[in-house]
């Protein structure tokens, strides 16, 4: 079965640059979500896309900023980038048909490293 | 707002010996509960889910939950730990309804020794 894909699965920057994630769902879900794990923390939720419209926002610094689009892909975009930004960026997205009960299925994420 | 309490951030079993982690939950309105398993530099793989239907839920790798709401409770267990479990499991709540964000608990270590 499709997954959730993440690209690109590593990423190194330099504090101050910018950095851009991108997320394709699984094929049919309607809503995305971003979520960031620190090290050693649990993954926190940081905004989310139903039917390409922003539905919730959690946590999100406003260096960054993120969209779904006509082809229900997601990408995050993160300027300014700090050191305290490194972090796994995992990329989840659900159907909100019935029988579906919001189950968020995650992509393998991406590691961004701030230098 | 909801929230999931998991206790014990660190568990060991031996090998063959039963799993039991726990996960209690604060929500205002039913919630929907999910245990997730992360083995290290992986994504995020679900293991079960309680969406208000069966309150005993089965999930994948043997292992099952039971939601119990008189205690708030949803633990995770599995009857035969295996060197393979290993690993950091998460409890998350989100609220019902369509396009809700999870939140997680801090997570429990798994630990299987020979």
Same mark, same amino acid.
Not at chain 1, 10 to 15: D, G, N, P, R, T
Not at chain 1, 32 to 46: A, H, I, K, M, R
């Given at each position: 079965?499709?997954?959730?894909?993440?690209?690109?699965?590593?990423?190194?920057?330099?504090?101050?640059?910018?950095?851009?994630?991108?997320?394709?769902?699984?094929?049919?879900?309607?809503?995305? &979500?971003?979520?960031?794990?620190?090290?050693?923390?649990?993954?926190?939720?940081?905004?989310?896309?139903?039917?390409?419209?922003?539905?919730? @926002?959690?946590?999100?610094?406003?260096?960054?900023?993120?969209?779904?689009?006509?082809?229900?892909?997601?990408?995050?975009?993160?300027?300014?980038?700090?050191?305290?930004?490194?972090?796994? &960026?995992?990329?989840?997205?659900? !159907?909100?048909?019935?029988?579906?009960?919001?189950?968020?299925?995650? +992509?393998?994420?991406?590691?961004?490293?701030?230098? | 707002?909801?929230?999931?309490?998991?206790? +014990?951030?660190?568990?060991?079993?031996?090998?063959?010996?039963? =799993?039991?982690?726990?996960?209690?939950?604060?929500?205002?309105?039913?919630?929907?509960? !999910?245990?997730? =398993?992360?083995?290290?530099?992986?994504?995020?793989?679900?293991?079960?889910? &309680?969406?208000? *239907?069966?309150?005993?839920?089965?999930?994948?790798?043997?292992?099952?939950?039971? !939601?119990?709401?008189?205690?708030?409770?949803?633990?995770?267990?599995?009857?035969?730990?295996?060197?393979?479990? *290993?690993?950091? &499991?998460?409890? *998350?709540?989100?609220?019902?309804?369509?396009?809700?964000?999870?939140?997680?608990?801090?997570?429990?270590?798994? @630990? =299987?020794?020979?």
């Amino acid at each position: 079965a499709a997954g959730v894909i993440q690209s690109p699965r590593h990423l190194i920057k330099e504090k101050r640059e910018t950095a851009t994630l991108k997320c394709y769902p699984i094929p049919r879900h309607d809503t995305v &979500y971003w979520y960031q794990q620190g090290p050693g923390q649990d993954p926190q939720f940081l905004i989310s896309f139903y039917e390409k419209m922003q539905s919730d @926002k959690g946590s999100i610094p406003d260096r960054f900023s993120a969209q779904q689009f006509s082809d229900y892909h997601s990408e995050l975009n993160m300027s300014s980038l700090e050191l305290g930004d490194s972090a796994l &960026y995992f990329c989840a997205s659900s !159907f909100t048909g019935t029988g579906e009960g919001n189950t968020q299925y995650f +992509g393998p994420g991406t590691r961004l490293t701030v230098l | 707002a909801q929230s999931v309490t998991q206790l +014990g951030s660190h568990v060991s079993v031996s090998e063959g010996a039963l =799993v039991l982690l726990r996960c209690n939950y604060s929500s205002s309105v039913p919630p929907y509960l !999910f245990w997730y =398993v992360q083995y290290p530099n992986q994504g995020l793989q679900l293991l079960l889910k &309680y969406t208000s *239907a069966a309150t005993l839920v089965k999930g994948i790798n043997g292992f099952e939950a039971e !939601f119990k709401k008189s205690e708030t409770s949803f633990h995770l267990t599995k009857p035969s730990a295996h060197m393979s479990d *290993a690993a950091e &499991y998460f409890c *998350a709540v989100t609220l019902t309804g369509g396009g809700n964000k999870l939140t997680f608990g801090t997570g429990t270590q798994l @630990k =299987v020794e020979l």
